[in-house]
């Protein structure tokens, strides 16, 4: 659903909002290595064992790397790390040069991740929710549109 100033939205394609979705095909680069999508990236560093995080990166669908994610242990430092993590990844994502404009078309609309699945953690359910994805995603946006504005 877009209204005027707001974008609330389960972040997929039917919705017209999947490339803001962490599903998205997107390659990032990080440390070196690729990874399909930011939920490949995202799921395998919730590990530091490099074969597991291995494992997860080769997975074949961003759904088959959340899954593989939630059946590993959690490194001890994860709940200190994983905003910064995803904001690396948010931010690989839209140095895209077919992704980057898309985002900057949602203007200043607050986006909303909506789900139905209860993560109130990255998203909304219910009307409840901290929306980290959605805050991250507009911190983005709020970079790259001040670095156009400073080249122009």
Not at 7 to 34: C, R
């Amino acid at each position: 659903m877009n209204t005027e100033n707001h974008i609330i939205s389960s972040f997929t394609n039917e919705a017209g909002y999947g490339f803001l979705s962490n599903f998205h095909p997107s390659t990032i680069y990080v440390d070196g290595k690729s990874y399909k999508t930011c939920e490949h990236a995202y799921q395998a560093h919730k590990t530091l064992d490099e074969n597991i995080r291995d494992i997860i990166r080769r997975a074949a669908t961003p759904a088959e790397a959340k899954k593989l994610g939630r059946c590993i242990q959690i490194r001890p430092d994860w709940d200190s790390v994983k905003l910064e993590l995803m904001r690396d990844f948010i931010k690989k994502k839209f140095e895209n040069p077919f992704l980057r404009p898309r985002l900057l078309s949602t203007s200043n609309a607050e986006l909303v991740y909506n789900n139905t699945w209860n993560d109130t953690f990255w998203g909304i359910c219910r009307g409840t929710g901290s929306n980290w994805l959605g805050k991250i995603i507009m911190d983005e946006r709020d970079a790259i549109q001040l670095e156009f504005a400073a080249d122009a």
